[in-house]
């Protein structure tokens, strides 16, 4: 079991004459020394008597300081005192963490030239009533010459109260230094050390012996015996044969001590060491720790320098009351002082700083309290009950300043949500906003709600959600006016679709005209055939001519066929796409309603946490219909890559067609040509013939110049309707980019919504956690207005401390 090395002896108790009275005071560092142990028990065992008598080497034996070759205390051989006050030399420590900590006081040696008798009487008061073990160390054999030198240093009972004591009172070693007697008793029977104790404190005085010496010896004995409880003794045979040697022990080797004095001082130790260790330092029964230690000696102190009369009990109460009002002003101190900084703005020493989230910000203040109650449990001095007082008192108060704090993180928080969402709501208003700049405050946004409390997020996510839905009310009346817009131009072509219809139906009147004509000139020809024998050949020729002709409108009709079922395929498409805008309309009109309960549901969650249920199953059925309208749009994507595919193809079997058209009809105008040139023959070679032939020719001429001009007609017309597919297909692929951008849109509302509901579950959660916060507080509450209803109150006589 080793003994704790110290470089230099501490001072423990300094004594001074002020005036015509001695003052004791408690030196700062060996107070230090023993706190430094924290709760830990103490049994301190203290060494006293006459001056001279050795006690400071005894007690380096017993420390093995002399054993190990450590520097000893002050020895010396002068008649003079060498330790002054008293001295705290180091201690045993056990191996075990719980035993408690045994300390070797060594105090000033009585009888002295500096001393006096009250000085002797109050430093052996203080270390009785501070000891577990007191060992008295006297030279010789108990003697009624020894009793009386005693006399003035043990007088207890005018210095110290008897009643409620004696459960505080320490055990008695006495050391009898250099004893050379046997050990028998009257009759010639050997006894022990601690029987021949008891026979000298109850022996009779001595007869012949100095009547006032022999009282003064008595009450000594009296003293002792009321005073100590349990009492022993112990005997030391000289360490050293040879006088030069006695003169010198400090010096020697313990190796060359005498044998029978190194079993002694060992059986000393054993029996000092086994004593503490059961019997560590009390008051009324309850060991007390270092600290309490020295706050009862500095009570102590106090009343002996006051000249009152030493009570350890009433002591102690002083003690445990004082000290615990000032740990607590002192934790307070502390840990408000911590708080208020870091309600100002200042990270705390673990870089924890304001605002945070509810969780973070209770895990900081629960470190904050669990720090102050280890604080508390290793410094705080008492009793239980007193100790626990004091602590629910602490209690209260960290709760007003963590409650502060709270506030102060709510206020913190909603004023740095408030800049950033008005930052958010500035791009959001702004219709040239970046999506750089919206994205930079939407991450500002978001930054600040992943570590911000509970309630300024609600509320926050609350006024971020209004406004974007304002916005997006906005933005649907924008797409529903430019929706009108397109709407307009769809009738405008379908107006203009049917004055080409029109003018088809017009042409179609030319062509009957045309075919009108034809039947007539068929009756004229037969009219004629009679006289124009001469000609057969050539109106054979022109019969032929006009089968080409009929061959050419033929293809004409074909091709007009194909215009129509191209109108047709047109129209089918034009229709497709009504029918998708009034999909996507629909989507819309289901995404607004999904809106519309997400927002019930975030209401929901900031109402009450009791809805948490409603709101789980509310984000559920958001989710599934957000997976719905993920499918429509998957499947509008589709269909819109299909019917793109049926436009190209149209368009290519339009072009097609449209390359034939022109190939059919420049090879009718190359016939219509050879005709007209055999027609000039003919005309010159019936000028000389008929009248008839003349005007039939002429007929035929203005038939040719109407069917010119509705050539020329039909000509403009097709490229009309080139120029009206060409717009067409602008307009369809500005629908089409526009669809893409409501795809887009709609994709980003389905992340939106998403992102939204994962919130809304947040909230919903944060709210069920800030029920059951008030739920706490309010049981809180409840058990504060009990204790604080008539017969419940504070301890009297004990002011709360306030919070500044």
């Given at each position: 079991?080793?003994?704790?090395?110290?470089?230099e002896?501490?001072?423990?108790?300094?004594?001074?004459?002020h005036?015509?009275?001695?003052?004791?005071?408690v030196?700062?560092?060996?107070?230090?020394?023993?706190?430094?142990?924290?709760?830990?028990?103490?049994?301190v065992?203290t060494?006293?008597?006459?001056?001279r008598?050795?006690k400071?080497?005894?007690?380096?034996?017993?420390?093995e300081?002399l054993?190990?070759?450590?520097?000893?205390?002050?020895v010396?051989?002068?008649?003079?005192?060498?330790t002054?006050?008293?001295?705290?030399w180091?201690s045993?420590?056990?191996?075990?963490?719980?035993?408690?900590?045994?300390?070797?006081?060594?105090?000033?040696g009585?009888?002295?030239?500096?001393?006096d008798?009250t000085?002797?009487?109050?430093?052996?008061?203080?270390?009785?009533?501070l000891?577990?073990?007191?060992?008295?160390?006297?030279k010789?054999?108990?003697?009624?010459?020894?009793f009386?030198?005693l006399?003035l240093?043990?007088?207890?009972a005018?210095h110290?109260e008897?009643?409620?004591?004696?459960?505080?009172?320490p055990?008695?070693?006495?050391?009898?230094?250099?004893?050379?007697?046997?050990?028998?008793?009257?009759?010639?029977?050997?006894i022990s050390?601690?029987?021949?104790?008891?026979?000298?404190?109850?022996?009779?005085?001595?007869?012949?012996?100095n009547?006032?010496?022999?009282?003064?010896a008595?009450?000594?004995?009296?003293?002792?015996?009321?005073?100590?409880?349990?009492?022993?003794?112990?005997?030391?045979?000289?360490?050293?044969?040879?006088?030069?040697?006695?003169q010198?022990?400090?010096?020697?080797?313990?190796?060359?001590?005498?044998?029978e004095?190194?079993?002694?001082?060992?059986?000393?130790?054993?029996?000092?060491?086994?004593?503490?260790?059961?019997?560590?330092?009390?008051?009324?029964?309850q060991?007390i720790?270092?600290i309490?230690?020295v706050?009862l000696?500095r009570?102590l102190?106090?009343?002996?320098?006051?000249?009152?009369?030493?009570?350890?009990?009433?002591?102690?109460?002083s003690?445990?009351?004082?000290?615990?009002?000032?740990?607590?002003?002192?934790?307070?101190?502390?840990?408000c002082?911590?708080l208020r900084?870091?309600?100002?703005?200042?990270?705390?020493?673990?870089g924890?700083?304001?605002?945070?989230?509810?969780?973070?910000?209770?895990?900081?203040?629960?470190?904050?309290?669990?720090?102050v109650?280890?604080?508390?449990?290793?410094q705080?001095?008492?009793d239980?009950?007193?100790?626990?007082?004091?602590?629910?008192e602490?209690?209260e108060?960290l709760?007003l300043?963590?409650?502060?704090?709270r506030?102060?993180?709510?206020?913190?928080?909603?004023?740095?949500?408030?800049?950033?969402?008005?930052?958010?709501?500035?791009?959001?208003?702004?219709?040239?906003?970046?999506r750089?700049?919206?994205?930079?405050?939407?991450?500002?946004?978001?930054?600040?709600m992943?570590?911000?409390?509970?309630?300024?997020?609600?509320?926050?996510?609350?006024?971020?959600?209004?406004?974007?839905?304002?916005?997006?009310?906005?933005a649907?009346?924008?797409?529903?006016a430019e929706?009108?817009h397109a709407?307009?131009?769809?009738e405008?072509c379908?107006?203009?679709?049917?004055?080409r219809?029109?003018e088809?139906?017009r042409?179609?009147?030319l062509?009957?005209?045309?075919?009108?004509?034809?039947v007539?000139?068929e009756?004229?020809?037969?009219?004629?055939?009679?006289?124009?024998?001469?000609?057969?050949?050539?109106?054979?020729?022109?019969?032929?001519?006009k089968?080409?002709?009929h061959?050419?409108?033929?293809?004409l009709?074909?091709?007009?066929a194909?215009?129509?079922?191209?109108?047709?395929?047109?129209r089918?498409?034009?229709?497709?796409?009504?029918?998708l805008?009034?999909?996507?309309?629909?989507l819309a009109?289901?995404?607004?309603?999904?809106?519309?309960?997400?927002?019930?549901?975030e209401?929901?969650?900031?109402?009450?946490?009791?809805?948490?249920?409603?709101?789980t199953?509310?984000?559920?059925?958001?989710?599934?219909?957000?997976?719905?309208h993920?499918a429509?749009?998957?499947?509008f994507?589709?269909?819109?890559?299909?019917e793109?595919?049926?436009?190209?193809?149209?368009?290519?079997?339009?072009?097609?067609?449209?390359?034939?058209?022109d190939?059919?009809?420049?090879?009718?105008?190359?016939q219509?040509?050879?005709?007209?040139?055999?027609?000039?023959d003919a005309?010159?070679?019936?000028?000389?013939?008929q009248?008839?032939?003349?005007?039939l020719?002429?007929d035929i001429?203005g038939?040719?110049?109407?069917?010119?001009a509705?050539e020329?007609?039909l000509?403009?017309?097709r490229?009309?309707?080139?120029?009206?597919?060409?717009?067409l297909?602008?307009a369809?692929?500005?629908?089409?980019?526009q669809?893409r951008?409501?795809?887009e849109?709609?994709k980003?509302?389905?992340?939106?919504a998403?992102?939204?509901?994962?919130?809304?579950?947040?909230?919903?959660?944060?709210?069920r956690w800030?029920?059951?916060?008030?739920?706490?507080?309010?049981?809180w509450?409840e058990?504060?207005?009990?204790?604080?209803?008539?017969?419940?109150?504070?301890?009297?006589?004990?002011?709360?401390?306030?919070l500044m």
């Amino acid at each position: 079991m080793p003994s704790s090395v110290v470089v230099e002896p501490v001072q423990l108790l300094r004594v001074c004459r002020h005036e015509k009275h001695w003052q004791y005071e408690v030196c700062p560092e060996g107070a230090r020394l023993l706190e430094s142990h924290g709760s830990r028990r103490i049994a301190v065992t203290t060494i006293c008597g006459l001056y001279r008598t050795g006690k400071s080497y005894i007690l380096n034996l017993l420390l093995e300081r002399l054993q190990r070759k450590l520097p000893l205390f002050q020895v010396g051989g002068t008649t003079r005192a060498c330790t002054e006050g008293l001295w705290l030399w180091g201690s045993v420590d056990s191996e075990s963490p719980a035993a408690p900590l045994m300390a070797f006081v060594d105090c000033e040696g009585f009888g002295s030239t500096d001393s006096d008798r009250t000085r002797d009487a109050q430093l052996m008061t203080l270390c009785a009533l501070l000891s577990s073990v007191l060992v008295l160390n006297t030279k010789g054999a108990l003697s009624e010459g020894l009793f009386s030198a005693l006399a003035l240093c043990c007088r207890f009972a005018e210095h110290v109260e008897e009643r409620g004591n004696e459960a505080s009172r320490p055990s008695l070693m006495w050391v009898l230094r250099d004893f050379q007697l046997e050990l028998l008793d009257p009759h010639g029977r050997p006894i022990s050390p601690s029987e021949y104790l008891e026979q000298a404190l109850r022996a009779a005085p001595a007869a012949g012996y100095n009547a006032e010496r022999g009282e003064a010896a008595q009450e000594v004995r009296q003293s002792l015996l009321r005073f100590f409880n349990q009492r022993s003794c112990v005997t030391l045979v000289r360490p050293a044969i040879e006088e030069e040697d006695l003169q010198q022990l400090e010096r020697l080797p313990y190796a060359s001590l005498r044998s029978e004095f190194r079993a002694g001082v060992e059986a000393l130790r054993s029996q000092l060491v086994s004593q503490c260790h059961h019997s560590p330092k009390a008051v009324g029964g309850q060991p007390i720790s270092c600290i309490a230690f020295v706050a009862l000696m500095r009570q102590l102190v106090t009343a002996m320098n006051e000249d009152s009369v030493l009570s350890i009990r009433g002591a102690w109460d002083s003690v445990q009351h004082s000290a615990c009002v000032n740990l607590t002003e002192e934790l307070r101190t502390n840990f408000c002082g911590g708080l208020r900084a870091m309600a100002e703005g200042k990270p705390l020493p673990n870089g924890a700083q304001l605002p945070m989230p509810d969780e973070s910000l209770e895990q900081v203040l629960k470190e904050q309290r669990n720090r102050v109650k280890v604080i508390w449990q290793q410094q705080a001095v008492g009793d239980e009950e007193v100790r626990l007082e004091y602590w629910k008192e602490l209690e209260e108060q960290l709760h007003l300043d963590e409650n502060a704090v709270r506030e102060r993180n709510v206020r913190l928080a909603d004023k740095q949500l408030s800049d950033a969402g008005q930052r958010w709501l500035q791009w959001l208003e702004d219709d040239a906003g970046s999506r750089t700049a919206g994205e930079r405050a939407c991450q500002e946004l978001l930054g600040l709600m992943q570590r911000m409390p509970s309630a300024p997020l609600c509320r926050a996510a609350a006024t971020a959600l209004e406004a974007s839905a304002r916005r997006v009310a906005r933005a649907r009346g924008e797409a529903l006016a430019e929706r009108g817009h397109a709407r307009k131009q769809a009738e405008n072509c379908m107006s203009q679709a049917q004055r080409r219809e029109q003018e088809e139906g017009r042409r179609k009147d030319l062509e009957g005209k045309v075919q009108d004509l034809e039947v007539q000139l068929e009756r004229a020809r037969q009219a004629l055939a009679a006289e124009q024998s001469a000609h057969q050949a050539q109106d054979v020729e022109l019969q032929n001519a006009k089968a080409h002709s009929h061959a050419a409108q033929a293809d004409l009709e074909a091709l007009r066929a194909v215009e129509h079922e191209l109108r047709a395929q047109l129209r089918n498409f034009a229709e497709r796409e009504s029918h998708l805008e009034s999909e996507n309309q629909r989507l819309a009109a289901e995404a607004a309603a999904a809106e519309t309960e997400r927002l019930s549901s975030e209401r929901s969650a900031r109402i009450a946490g009791l809805e948490a249920k409603t709101s789980t199953e509310q984000r559920q059925r958001l989710e599934s219909q957000l997976q719905e309208h993920t499918a429509k749009l998957a499947q509008f994507q589709g269909t819109l890559d299909r019917e793109k595919a049926e436009h190209q193809a149209l368009q290519s079997r339009h072009e097609q067609l449209q390359r034939q058209h022109d190939e059919g009809d420049s090879t009718s105008k190359r016939q219509r040509e050879a005709e007209r040139q055999e027609l000039r023959d003919a005309k010159q070679n019936l000028a000389l013939s008929q009248e008839q032939v003349k005007t039939l020719q002429a007929d035929i001429q203005g038939m040719r110049a109407q069917l010119q001009a509705t050539e020329g007609h039909l000509a403009s017309s097709r490229t009309r309707e080139q120029d009206e597919v060409s717009r067409l297909h602008r307009a369809h692929a500005e629908r089409e980019a526009q669809l893409r951008e409501q795809l887009e849109w709609a994709k980003s509302a389905a992340t939106k919504a998403e992102s939204k509901a994962i919130a809304s579950d947040k909230a919903a959660r944060k709210a069920r956690w800030e029920a059951d916060t008030l739920l706490e507080e309010k049981r809180w509450l409840e058990a504060e207005l009990k204790r604080l209803s008539p017969g419940g109150g504070q301890r009297p006589g004990v002011e709360r401390p306030s919070l500044m």
